[in-house]
């Protein structure tokens, strides 16, 4: 598209060239912090597919995640990605991790001690949906 790949990412401090580069985020040590403290009920480390591709291999059967898109920042290079190639919505979920790199279900009753653990090992923790009855999809609300 010959654009610079130095130049500020609109609505970011950073280059478009650095945050088209950041590697996958790995969350190995955080999420053992976690087991040792929380009960886990399914993971999903959204790369490789996107919330809607992911999601779905750790539902238990007879269940749907319900995602709420307005509970976390979208990071400003998807929505450059999503402009320059003309993405709509649904594709954007179901390629890109939209900035959520990993889901963790808990129960209810675990969030807090589950999140706690998390913000401990420097994690930033989003409450993004919920599992409830369905059909093994992944709603995006």
């Known amino acids: 598209s010959g654009v610079d790949l130095h130049a ?3 609505g970011s401090t950073t280059s478009l060239g650095a945050a088209l580069l950041a590697p996958t985020q790995i969350y190995v040590r955080s999420v053992l912090d976690m087991l040792a403290r929380s ?6 480390h959204i790369t490789g597919g996107g919330l809607l591709d ?8 007879g269940s749907q995640a319900v995602i709420d898109v307005a509970s976390w920042q979208r990071p400003a290079v998807f929505d450059w990605l999503q402009q320059q190639g003309n993405v709509d919505e649904h594709e954007m979920h179901r390629v890109l991790n939209c900035g959520v790199g990993m889901v963790i279900a808990v129960r209810p009753e675990h969030v807090a001690t589950a999140s706690q653990a998390l913000e401990a090992a420097g994690e930033t923790v989003m409450r993004i949906g919920s599992v409830t009855a369905g059909s093994g ?3 995006i609300d």
Do not use: C, F, K, T
């Open 39 to 44: 009960e886990i009920h399914g993971m999903a």
């Open 8 to 10: 500020s990412l609109p």
């Open 137 to 139: 999809q992944v709603l």
């Open 54 to 61: 992911n999601i779905p291999r750790v539902l238990p059967e």
